[in-house]
């Protein structure tokens, strides 16, 4: 059971545009939203999050919206640079399941010059 | 300061061989966990240990176990192995287990690959 999914394995954008990378979860009782960012053989950094009681929050060209009626969020990168090419995943957490992070498939961004 | 180290970086076992794979997290963090990568989907949560107790399990079989010593460095083993099994496995390390406490710092990890 999936319970975060990322249906677009890939994203291809040109470089000074915005990307936008979207997410849906399944479980109601997620109440934290975090974006991580992976480089090939490296682990995966963090990037942004977002509480369930908030709807938005940024923090430099990184923006996380999250709709919990739809039950989807999304991060938006404006304007993207070739840097922000990796691939991107989006995890959710709950109180009940302490700090186990369950991570969706994944977005390979490529940001082209 | 050294991040999250793991070794080895790679690894290649034969089915039904047993593995341990090591994880030192960061200088004054207690909390480890470890997750699975496999090809092509996002890590999934194998165990978290706080303060050298097991705080967390995922949906693993019992041929995967875990502890944590007292200088908070932790140990994966994985017996049996199975062809399955072979994944990018990340070690995790964070000052405690608050909930929202998202101060996870991740390894390189280590890929296993069962032949």
């Known amino acids: 059971d999936q319970q975060v999914k990322q249906n677009s394995p890939s994203l291809s954008v040109q470089e000074g545009r915005i990307s936008i990378l979207n997410c849906d979860y399944t479980?109601?009782?997620?109440?934290?939203f975090l974006w991580y960012k992976k480089y090939p053989a490296e682990g995966p950094t963090f990037l942004i999050s977002?509480?369930?009681?908030?709807d938005k929050n940024e923090d430099g060209r990184f923006t996380v919206f999250l709709n919990k009626s739809a039950k989807h969020l999304s991060l938006h990168i404006v304007p993207s640079q070739p840097g922000d090419s990796a691939v991107y995943f989006c995890?959710?957490?709950?109180?009940?399941?302490?700090?186990?992070?369950?991570f969706g498939t994944g977005t390979r961004l490529a940001v082209r010059p | 300061d050294a991040g999250v180290t793991q070794s080895p970086t790679h690894l290649i076992k034969t089915r039904g061989q047993h593995v341990t794979l090591r994880c030192s997290p960061i200088?004054?963090?207690?909390?480890v966990s470890w997750y699975q990568q496999v090809l092509g989907q996002g890590p999934q949560f194998i165990f978290q240990?706080?303060?050298?107790?097991?705080?967390g399990r995922g949906n693993f079989p019992d041929r995967f176990s875990a502890r944590q010593f007292p200088n908070y460095s932790s140990e994966l083993n994985v017996n049996a192995l199975l062809l399955g099994d072979s994944a990018l496995y990340l070690c995790?390390?964070?000052?405690?287990?608050?909930?929202?406490?998202?101060?996870?710092?991740f390894g390189s990890g280590t890929r296993l690959t069962v032949v």
């Open positions: 200088s004054g963090h207690k909390s």
């Open positions: 995890a959710s957490s709950s109180k009940r399941s302490g700090d186990k992070l369950t």
């Open positions: 240990y706080y303060e050298k107790e097991e705080r």
């Open positions: 977002i509480s369930s009681i908030k």
């Open positions: 479980n109601s009782m997620f109440d934290y």
């Open positions: 995790a390390s964070s000052l405690s287990v608050i909930h929202g406490n998202y101060g996870y710092t």
